[in-house]
Nanobody, 123 residues
Framework: QVQLVESGGGLVQAGDSLRLSCAASGRTLRSYVMGWFRQAPGKEREFVAAINWSNGNRYYADSVLGRFTISRDNAKNTMYLQMNSLKPDDTAVYYC????????????????WGQGTQVTVSS
């Protein structure tokens, strides 16, 4: 079992930055892929970014490429999402997820999920 807890969401203005954290516990993440997804009201959950814990490979949705950066701290078992140049369209609940062998961009293939953290970007 893997337990995931997100933090760092909030209300910001367009152009501001936020950093989300996802603290993992319960098992080593060495063989896992961890991802960030988001879901806006009335929309399907969508892929944001992911990182392969073992080799550090990173994956991004086109909509956030160049603005968001995913990273990990092995010692703290924590994943981060640095979000810069935020836009109102980035408003959503952000979830972190983990799985040993997911299809990276497909949320249905991740086994473990956090409870989500709200990010609201005002114009």
């Amino acid at each position: 079992q893997v337990q995931l807890v997100e933090s760092g969401g909030g209300l910001v203005q367009a152009g501001d930055s936020l950093r989300l954290s996802c603290a993992a516990s319960g098992r080593t993440l060495r063989s896992y892929v961890m991802g960030w997804f988001r879901q806006a009201p009335g929309k399907e959950r969508e892929f944001v970014a992911a990182i392969n814990w073992s080799n550090g490979n990173r994956y991004y949705a086109d909509s956030v490429l160049g603005r968001f950066t995913i990273s990990r701290d092995n010692a703290k078992n924590t994943m981060y999402l640095q979000m810069n140049s935020l836009k109102p369209d980035d408003t959503a609940v952000y979830y972190c997820a983990a799985d040993p062998k997911p299809i990276v961009e497909h949320f249905t293939t991740y086994r473990y999920w956090g409870q989500g953290t709200q990010v609201t970007v005002s114009s």
